[in-house]
């Protein structure tokens, strides 16, 4: 495990269970002879060495037990603990891993190829920092990397990010036409990201009956770790497994979610897809924090490389090219930005493909259609609606939900009211007053009731006074996403540019030691903000994008989920204790 991960660097903390309920399969079978009838007493000892032994009284046979073993992909299956950023088990993503593994590729014959991914928010991070822009900090990344780390292949996250946008907003503008048509029932809404895993795996552990509601396509990481890995593959000859796909990410959930089985063709319930053997698209995931604690620990002069970051006069186009792999689309869009929030933007996509959908349907002229922003009780929650100017017809509508307890707020709202998985929940159609004020409202119908007095009380003690005021005032309306066709949900407050993993605001400066931690943050996250929005950002063809994604799908015989689909399951606590399992308590301190 990073020694830099810690529960102050999770947003929005949710305090989970102190115990580990993976169930512990007995492997190791007692050392028993046939002459005895099976009735040997057996004694568990530990050698000089640490291991542990079984020994048998009477003869003295010793047999050496079998070590159990958590892996990360275990977490995924378990229900014990819930965070916004599992803290538990995960060494096996972390920067002395990758540096075992390059240290490790030095002495082996069968050498691997090292390539790299990053998102834009650790660009960001990063430059924020290293106080450079983010045109530089890409110089310096493909340096770093190239030059100093061996690696043959350096790339952004933007073709990846790129295919999941098209990919969820056909999906959607699909059920609309669906639903539009009467192939769907209305108020079957809203559909909700999955491209965050740590949100996901709160779904998959708490809320179940939601699972039907998240759009189940991967998220730019893993999309980019396929294509990588094969495309550099082909390039130099060789099998996808000797490829070393190294991911920088701004949360640590992002380590998670590489752990997660990949879906094959009608493995759809089928787990033995999920096995060791598999070769992963993201082989390791490591975020901006550990990235600069691993140069400190390698002694990289930083300064230096700038230096020769600055004397190098390759433009930043040539220098994508050359490091992308061969046959790629258009190497630029690895680096470029998606127009919409800090966590990518898929909200605003999606209206804004709509929008386009329908003007190239020919059944609205451009500038009849307007973006309206409904604001919710905090800057964690909102909601864009395209509206029709003239009707004023919501033609579309979608939410930002960041952060767990808006996204809690937001779950409850979408509880069927019997409470069977996969309901309908609320939708358009209202169904929402359903929920709250039926039998299945529990804490959201108290809450409302307690707003209504709390109003109600207001109201009358206030009366003299707001006689005087202007009647005319109309009330504020407040977002409710939860009413929307699509909602992007980030776990972080703030999103993807507040992960868990980038780096944090500095502490030395004059001006910081007057303002409160939250306030130095959240002015440092803004500044964060500002060099990501300096991402460039260029609207791509989506036909010769599709026709792209289609001829790497024939080439290589990838089918298209494989690519394109991820896929959730349900974590059922465990109920009995059977076949030796056991809760093993963890001394972790939260």
Known sequence: MSAILSADDLNDFISPGVACIKPVEVHNKPNRSKNNNNNNDLEIEIDNEGHVLEVTKESGATSRLQEAQISLADCLACSGCITSAEEVLVAQHSHKELLNAMNANKESEDKKV?????????????AGALKLDVEKIDRLLIHLFTQVYGFAKVVGTGLGRKISIEQITSDLIKENEERQNGKLQDGQGPKLTSVCPGWVLYAEKTHPYILPRINNVKSPQQITGLILKKLTAAEYQISDSQVYHLSIMPCFDKKLEAARPEQSPGDEDDDSTSGSDQVKDVDCVITPKELIQMIQEENVDLDTLIKQVDQDTTSIETLYANYAPQNSYDANVYWLNEEGSSSGGYALQYLAHLHDKLYEQGKYQKDELKLEVVKGRNSDVYVMKLVHMGTKTVIGSAGVVNGFRNIQNLVRKLKPEDGKRGGSGAGRGGSTRRVIGGRGGGLAARRKARELAK?????NTDTDSSQQQDQSTAPVELADPSKCDFVEIMACPGGCINGGGQISAPTTTS??????A???????????ETLYNSIPS?????????NWVDQFLTHFQVDSNRLLRTRFNEVKKLENDENGAAAIALTSKW
Do not use: G, P
Request: proline share 0%; charged share 15%.
């Open 538 to 546: 260029i609207k791509t063809n989506q036909t010769n994008l599709q």
């Open 114 to 126: 090292f390539v790299m991914s990053i998102s834009h928010q650790s660009r960001a991070s990063l």
């Open 518 to 528: 939250s306030h130095l943050q959240k002015q440092w996250t803004q500044e964060i």
């Open 455 to 459: 109003r109600k009380t207001e109201s």
């Open 511 to 516: 001006t910081s030691s007057s303002m409160s």
